[in-house]
């Protein structure tokens, strides 16, 4: 073991030697990989921290939590023109059938939203999200409590204008002012501000803390049930569990079908979304730039792997001389191939980690530059690097071949 390791060490070394002694020829010689690699680990970063971003921040729907909807997940205005047709508005009446007859479900929520102006004081902010809402839609969803509380049943129950904003509405109408007890104006109705929520931050570049939660049969008793936008009301479901979650929708989906009197064979007439959807639909959507990137990693990587091989073709032509020496020597077929594939994995592997360092620079960058999250999964690094240096294997053998044919007394002879 101790030979072999020392046999690799040399021609390794010689590698190295050879690309500090050549550095801007090195450098083009391992562009096409340099590039390679860095377009590979760029792709990769970009699509792995999209799809945390998605599930963290637009596909988080709370933990064990669904929602049963007029729309499923749509990905075509074909679909979406049928559904439109054939399925109805989510009302309160659904909410209530399904919070009565859900057997399984620790939680039944539900909430509407609208787009209204707002206004304390001198101060006003136009369209912000008015969420009409349960009282423990605050136990479902993601949203949290910052200072202040929540309102209560009896509040819900009692129809009160009573009011929980999000940061954004808390810090341009109530600048340097504590909001709570305070009274915000929703399209000139005044509503008590009972609490604030936790800073949610954005998502791609769009605040979530530009909202205001009141009761939801207080927000359909001023402004109508049923004007919202195509999807009507949401009623969000909490599972016990995990284990229990696709038992839970089962259910919801039963019971629906039973309440819109569909038949067996008939499509479902009304949406069950949950976290797995969005992040699903997510994967299917960046799933074929991912496809794409690997088509366009795999032409540099040819690109890369032909100027390696070019590379060590003319390096046998110069060392013709020394390879007739080694076997004089009594080096073997099997030596003189290992050296040259050693040779030849080195460089490429030295492009794959020079691309590799390009590509955290980049996502850095880019991290740094804009809201797009980057993150880079050490895996992807040593798949990068190795297959790196697979191509300097593949690509190399053909030179390193060439060099284990020669004949010694015709090698000996080279100038």
Same mark, same amino acid.
């Given at each position: 073991?101790?030979?072999?390791?020392?046999?690799?060490?040399?021609?390794?070394?010689?590698?190295?030697?050879?690309?500090?002694?050549?550095?801007?020829?090195?450098?083009?010689?391992?562009?096409?990989?340099?590039?390679?690699? *860095?377009?590979?680990?760029?792709?990769?970063?970009?699509?792995?921290?999209?799809?945390?971003?998605?599930?963290?921040?637009?596909?988080?729907?709370? !933990?064990?939590?669904?929602?049963?909807?007029?729309?499923?997940?749509?990905?075509?205005?074909?679909?979406?023109?049928?559904?439109?047709?054939?399925?109805?508005?989510?009302?309160?009446?659904?909410?209530?059938?399904?919070?009565?007859?859900?057997?399984?479900?620790?939680?039944?929520? /539900?909430?509407?939203?609208?787009?209204?102006?707002?206004?304390?004081?001198?101060?006003?902010?136009?369209?912000? *999200?008015?969420?009409?809402? !349960?009282?423990?839609?605050?136990?479902?969803?993601?949203?949290?409590?910052?200072?202040?509380?929540?309102?209560?049943?009896?509040?819900?129950?009692?129809?009160?204008?009573?009011?929980?904003?999000?940061?954004?509405?808390?810090?341009?109408?109530? #600048?340097?002012?504590?909001?709570?007890?305070?009274?915000?104006?929703?399209?000139?109705?005044?509503?008590?501000?009972?609490?604030?929520?936790?800073?949610?931050?954005? $998502?791609?570049?769009?605040?979530?803390?530009?909202?205001?939660?009141?009761?939801?049969?207080?927000?359909?008793?001023?402004?109508?049930?049923?004007?919202?936008?195509?999807?009507?009301?949401?009623?969000?479901?909490?599972? /016990?569990?995990?284990?229990?979650?696709? =038992?839970?929708?089962?259910?919801?989906?039963?019971?629906?079908? /039973?309440?819109?009197? =569909?038949?067996?064979? =008939?499509?479902?007439?009304?949406?069950?979304? #949950?976290?797995?959807?969005?992040?699903?639909?997510?994967?299917?959507?960046?799933?074929?730039?991912?496809?794409? #990137?690997?088509?366009?990693?795999?032409?540099?990587?040819?690109?890369?792997?032909?100027?390696?091989?070019?590379?060590?073709? $003319?390096?046998?032509?110069?060392?013709?001389?020394?390879?007739?020496?080694?076997?004089?020597?009594?080096?073997?077929?099997?030596?003189?191939?290992?050296?040259?594939?050693?040779?030849?994995?080195?460089? $490429?592997?030295?492009?794959?980690?020079?691309?590799?360092?390009?590509?955290?620079?980049?996502?850095?960058?880019?991290?740094?530059?804009?809201?797009?999250?980057?993150?880079?999964?050490?895996?992807?690094?040593?798949? $990068?690097?190795?297959?790196?240096?697979?191509?300097?294997?593949?690509?190399?053998?053909?030179?390193?071949?060439?060099?284990?044919?020669?004949?010694?007394?015709? /090698?000996?002879?080279?100038?």
């Amino acid at each position: 073991m101790g030979k072999r390791r020392l046999f690799l060490r040399e021609p390794a070394l010689i590698a190295l030697e050879s690309l500090w002694a050549h550095k801007l020829r090195s450098f083009l010689t391992l562009l096409g990989v340099i590039i390679a690699v *860095t377009a590979l680990i760029g792709v990769i970063s970009a699509v792995n921290g999209l799809n945390s971003y998605v599930a963290e921040r637009v596909g988080n729907f709370g !933990t064990n939590v669904f929602y049963v909807t007029r729309f499923p997940i749509i990905t075509n205005p074909k679909e979406f023109l049928e559904a439109r047709r054939h399925n109805r508005k989510m009302n309160l009446d659904d909410f209530e059938y399904l919070r009565d007859h859900m057997t399984l479900a620790e939680q039944v929520g /539900a909430q509407d939203w609208r787009l209204k102006d707002a206004r304390a004081g001198n101060n006003a902010l136009e369209d912000v *999200t008015l969420r009409g809402a !349960t009282p423990n839609i605050i136990d479902i969803g993601t949203i949290k409590v910052g200072s202040g509380r929540y309102f209560t049943e009896s509040e819900y129950q009692h129809r009160l204008l009573v009011a929980f904003i999000g940061t954004d509405v808390a810090e341009r109408l109530f #600048s340097q002012v504590d909001p709570v007890g305070k009274t915000v104006g929703i399209n000139g109705v005044p509503f008590e501000i009972v609490g604030v929520a936790e800073k949610v931050g954005s $998502a791609f570049g769009q605040s979530q803390d530009n909202f205001i939660y009141v009761p939801l049969i207080t927000l359909h008793k001023i402004w109508g049930e049923g004007q919202a936008d195509e999807s009507g009301v949401w009623v969000g479901v909490k599972c /016990a569990s995990l284990a229990t979650m696709e =038992q839970t929708k089962d259910q919801a989906r039963a019971l629906m079908r /039973a309440r819109r009197h =569909q038949e067996y064979a =008939q499509e479902d007439a009304f949406g069950i979304i #949950s976290s797995e959807s969005v992040t699903s639909l997510w994967d299917q959507i960046f799933g074929g730039l991912a496809n794409a #990137s690997v088509g366009i990693v795999s032409v540099f990587l040819v690109i890369g792997g032909v100027v390696i091989m070019n590379i060590m073709l $003319a390096s046998v032509t110069e060392r013709t001389h020394e390879i007739g020496i080694r076997k004089s020597l009594g080096a073997r077929r099997r030596d003189i191939l290992m050296q040259f594939l050693v040779e030849s994995s080195v460089m $490429a592997a030295v492009g794959g980690l020079l691309g590799v360092l390009g590509a955290l620079g980049v996502t850095q960058l880019v991290a740094w530059a804009t809201e797009m999250p980057m993150r880079t999964p050490l895996p992807a690094v040593a798949l $990068a690097i190795g297959v790196s240096t697979a191509v300097g294997l593949f690509f190399g053998l053909w030179p390193a071949v060439r060099a284990a044919r020669l004949d010694p007394v015709v /090698a000996l002879r080279a100038e």
